[in-house]
């Protein structure tokens, strides 16, 4: 069955520019979050989605950062006036959220964003 | 608060020899515990997922976990590694419905 899909797979932008990446779940997941992982460095969470609603959006580094997931299905992690520390791989997974709490997340590709 | 430790950063093996790729974890209560491989240029793939039922758990292409409360360990075995299990491993704790990662095993296979 389709996996978690993350468009596009790389992005290269200059530093001042604002982005976009998409991600979306698999189907019937109610649950969505986005990771960053940097260089040599596992991901860390940015944000949590349940259902249209950001439950939780403590990793977010600063408010250059946003996501929307406005449909409770694609999401869109946005990122204003770029710098050259947030090149990373974004990751975005989705889960079930059933009675005895999360589930197992299921993770997509990821977008390695690159900025000069 | 919930945390994991991966204690080698790199492991190298020989082909058809045992892995063991070392996992502690810090939580306050009971913890669901994940282990992740993701290989170049690839997602992350679950291999295992420990959720307080059996503590000995199998999961895909042979590997094996064990949790040990009492040494607050999760690691990561397998009898007989193979080329292809050349990967980066990540040892996940369930924080309040975010994971939680490991810094990650850089396993290398050598033939």
């Known amino acids: 069955g389709a996996g978690v899909s993350q468009t596009p797979s790389n992005k290269v932008t200059e530093k001042g520019k604002y982005v976009e990446l998409r991600c979306d779940p698999i189907s019937g997941h109610t649950a969505l979050y986005w990771y960053r992982q940097s260089l040599g460095q596992g991901p860390e969470f940015l944000i949590y989605f349940q259902g249209t609603g950001a439950a939780d959006d403590s990793g977010l580094p600063n408010d250059r950062f946003f996501a929307v997931r406005p449909e409770g299905s694609v999401s869109t992690l946005k990122i204003q006036r770029t710098e050259r520390g947030d090149s990373a791989v974004y990751l975005c997974?989705?889960?079930?959220?059933?009675?005895?709490?999360?589930?197992?997340?299921?993770f997509g590709p990821g977008t390695r964003l690159t900025v000069l | 608060a919930q945390s994991v430790t991966q204690l080698d950063s790199h492991v190298s093996v020989s082909e058809g020899t045992p892995v063991l790729l070392r996992c502690n974890y810090s939580s306050s209560y009971s913890p669901s515990l994940f282990w992740y491989v993701q290989h170049p240029n690839k997602g992350l793939q679950l291999l295992l997922k420990y959720t307080s039922a059996a503590t000995l758990v199998k999961g895909i292409n042979g590997f094996e976990a064990e949790f040990k409360k009492s040494e607050t360990s999760f690691h990561l075995t397998k009898p007989s590694a193979h080329m292809s299990d050349a990967a980066e491993y990540f040892c996940v704790v369930l924080g309040t419905y975010k994971y939680i990662f490991g810094t990650g095993t850089r396993l290398k296979v050598l033939a």
């Open positions: 997974a989705s889960s079930f959220i059933s009675g005895s709490g999360a589930d197992t997340q299921y």
